[in-house]
């Protein structure tokens, strides 16, 4: 009998092992080798730290490719699952207390993990799918709800949102408008933790079980259908609220991947070198202390943050490219708006990106901008909000908007740190959307 797919076999993750596998035997062969290299002007002493940080991460590497089918078999039978973006910690202390203590000890810990700081931080992501940019407003009073637990407002709202991101993507996508709810939409992606087949699709089965009688009990599972049809009545409670939160962030992976074209497998790329594994492994435990240290930063602006006529914001800050682009914008000059797009998320035929530009912004004439926030994300991205005031068909109009930005490196593949050579780049063609 052919075993079930396991998410340790997607590609991301065996491409780890196989690396790992291929750097444990050219370590074990290192010492005999190592004359030989230095015969041939290899740096040896780089290959030997690389080797003390990749015998750092050994055990990492093998816990990252058992927890998410772990945390899955025990728990998306409760309404939760894996995905990318959770905290790995937080799923292996999970595992950790079913295994010990019992499931209730460990949903207990996942639910009180998902405070309104989190949601809030979460949220932020969101707008990393353009599906969700016009439900972010509804998002947010969801958000309100949640904090003042008014968990029977927030729940249905979620479930709708969840639904429709779901639903406007699948359309687009696929020429047919399916969401969550369907039977028929499909959640999986080549590569993926959360759009596994024991992922998404698995929650999703959870999430529309049939409902056909009234339930007055407290439930701890958010049944859709139970609770949007009035049959589930003690769905108001901070576990199902948590869950559906949980749902969402973890359907963002399936959408972005939607939205991006990378729902079937791409094309392989060349082996890698030992050179190359050896400088991927060093910068992957560079890239994953960066991110563990990182924690959300928001910067406000009161005053001398108007984008007008000149950019003095200083060089090289995300607001700075900003400033460039709305200006290029003001000039008509859509050449050079194109310089400052996102190459990752907009694909890399720069021929055809001014063309793009002139279809959205032919007909407006940019007049201002005043910066108000900024939230950086992740070392990498971040979100700039503000007013933005232009005119169309002559008639000033202006907009509350909130513009993602991105470094990149110079090839145009997103940067996992920032260094001398990573530009920050505007991530949406429309930034009125």
Known sequence: MQSKPQIKDIKSISKLLQDHKNLSAFRKAFPILRPFLKLLKVNVTKIEEAFEQFGLCESQLFELAQIPDTFNDIFSQYGWIMYEMMDFELAKKAIQLAEKEGIESAEEELTNYYTPEQVKWRLFTMHGVRAFHSRMDLADKALTD???????ACVPVVL???????????GKQKGLARGFSSEKSDLEAWDSIAAHSKGLNALK???????????????????????????????????VAAKVWAALFAAREWAIKAERGLLEAQPEKPQATWKEILHDLAELNRVKKSQ??????????????????????????????????????????????????????????????????????????????????????????????????????????????????????????????????????????????
């Open 146 to 152: 949640y904090t003042e637990g008014r968990y029977h």
């Open 160 to 170: 709708a949102l969840l639904d429709g991101m779901v639903n406007e993507i699948h």
């Open 205 to 239: 089965g959870i999430f529309n079980t049939g409902r056909y009688t009234t339930v007055s009990d407290q439930i701890t599972i958010p049944y859709r259908n139970g609770i949007l049809h009035g049959m589930d009545l003690g769905y108001d409670n901070k576990i």
């Open 292 to 433: 563990d240290e990182w924690t959300p930063v928001e910067r406000t602006f009161e005053r001398d943050n108007v984008i007008t006529e000149t950019n003095e914001f200083l060089p090289g800050s995300p607001e700075y490219a900003l400033a460039d682009y709305l200006l290029l914008w003001k000039k008509n000059n859509y050449g050079m708006m194109g310089e400052l797009l996102s190459r990752f998320m907009n694909g890399k035929e720069l021929k055809s990106f001014p063309a793009k530009i002139r279809n959205v912004y032919k007909g407006k004439k940019f007049s201002d901008f005043t910066v108000s926030r900024i939230i950086e994300t992740s070392p990498t991205m971040g979100l700039i909000t503000g007013t933005l005031n232009y005119h169309k068909n002559e008639l000033l109009t202006f907009e509350e908007c909130t513009i993602r930005v991105i470094a990149e490196t110079p090839a145009g593949d997103m940067a996992l740190r920032l260094t001398n050579e990573t530009v920050w780049r505007i991530m949406d063609i429309n930034i009125l959307e």
